[in-house]
């Protein structure tokens, strides 16, 4: 059974930094795209950043300068650097994998970050 895990959430003050774990089992992340979003109270689930299976990264407009997405292969594991943490980072942080030409796509569940002011 296809499974992400997230990991590395946790309670940061303002300014911090946080690196965010997502491990895949039964999938193996070389062939799919991966993404993080994330969700705030209250708010839609939004789109952070990407990195495709030859190592492209992609980030959304608000998240360029701050975020930094990296992949390793060897280890199953995708992860999502987040520095200059701000308290609108708050929010539930999931990876998701997909492959161009599948439908299905898989997500974690989540991993909850909140940056204290």
């Known amino acids: 059974q296809v499974q992400l895990v997230e990991s590395g959430g946790g309670l940061v003050q303002a300014g911090g930094s946080l690196r965010l774990s997502c491990v895949a089992s039964?999938?193996?992340?070389?062939?799919?795209?991966m993404d993080w979003y994330r969700q705030a109270p209250g708010k839609q689930r939004e789109w952070v950043a990407q990195?495709?299976?030859?190592?492209?990264?992609n980030y959304a407009d608000a998240m360029k300068g701050r975020f930094t997405i990296s992949r390793d292969n060897a280890k199953n594991m995708v992860y999502l650097q987040i520095d200059s943490l701000k308290p609108e980072d708050t929010a539930v942080y999931y990876c998701?994998?997909?492959?161009?030409?599948?439908?299905?796509?898989?997500w974690g569940q989540g991993t909850q970050v909140t940056v204290s002011s």
């Open positions: 039964d999938l193996i992340i070389s062939v799919y795209t």
């Open positions: 998701r994998a997909a492959r161009s030409g599948y439908s299905n796509d898989y």
């Open positions: 990195i495709t299976r030859g190592g492209i990264t």
